[in-house]
């Protein structure tokens, strides 16, 4: 079973929070009318930059939103444990998407942390929601450390992306070792990398034929990138390009 959207869910209890319940800009029945029409109208795209630009985001390293992505998932994975499976044991939880919240945000509706409906949900398991982590990777790592890593039984995955220039000759490789030993530290169970361009991902989308061989890591496997549907290309040339 497996947890995904952690990142989506927190920065939403967050945004309804701060923008209903502290603010009070409307009642939670009109939020929700916003919410099903689709930040429809020049009101719902107010409303959408809002949730989107003024309110903490999981991935940065922020206590509040953090702890809110805690107790969900925490929630989740106690919950999962208590069903028994066909085989006589019981199911273990776990929060990795491989390729599948793309397809599962394309059933999800909108959602207050204004992410339109239809819209791809946070990859990977426990990555933060595409451009919301603006802190730096280090802050990425801190924020995933404050889960509950050791009840995600099954296994998470975090998806983290560089740019070739970050790495590029010793200093590079020296500051790559200093990342994984902060992995180490705070004791998470799983990441992975792409070191690529979002330019050179849109080149291989343009012309396919001259990058059969580019090869990039998607969520849990690896793929050639021209092979791959146009949607998860294009959630891999969104993902936050990090320099450390």
Do not use: W
């Not at 945004?15 to 029945?29: D, G, Q, T, W, Y």
């Not at 969900?72 to 106690?78: A, G, Q, T």
């Not at 819209?119 to 595409?130: C, F, H, N, T, W």
Request: proline letters at 3%; one cysteine or more; a negative charge.
């Amino acid at each position: 079973m497996q947890g995904i959207g952690i990142a989506n869910l927190s920065d939403s209890l967050m945004a309804l929070k701060r923008f209903v319940f502290e603010e009070k800009r409307m009642s939670f029945a009109e939020f929700i009318d916003v919410l099903e029409s689709n930040f429809e109208g020049k009101d719902g795209e107010k409303v959408r930059a809002r949730l989107m630009n003024r309110y903490e985001k999981y991935g940065n390293d922020i206590d509040e939103v953090d702890a809110l992505g805690a107790d969900l998932l925490r929630l989740f994975c106690k919950e999962v444990e208590t069903y028994e499976n066909p085989r006589g044991g019981y199911f273990t939880p776990g929060s990795y998407t491989v390729s599948a919240h793309v397809p599962l945000g394309a059933v999800v509706g909108a959602t207050p942390d204004g992410r339109l409906a239809g819209e791809q949900l946070a990859d990977g398991g426990l990555s933060p929601m595409l451009g919301k982590d603006q802190q730096g990777p280090t802050a990425v790592l801190k924020s995933v450390s404050k889960l509950d890593n050791y009840l995600l039984s099954n296994g998470s995955l975090l998806n983290v992306k560089f740019t070739p220039s970050t790495l590029e000759g010793e200093q590079g490789i020296t500051k790559l070792g200093d990342f994984l030993r902060a992995f180490m530290k705070l004791k998470l169970q799983h990441i992975q990398f792409n070191v690529l361009n979002a330019e050179t991902l849109r080149k291989a989308q343009e012309k396919p034929e001259d990058y059969a061989g580019l090869v990039v890591r998607v969520a849990g496997y690896s793929a050639f990138f021209v092979e791959l549907s146009k949607e998860i290309q294009d959630d891999i040339i969104r993902r936050t390009a990090h320099e450390l």
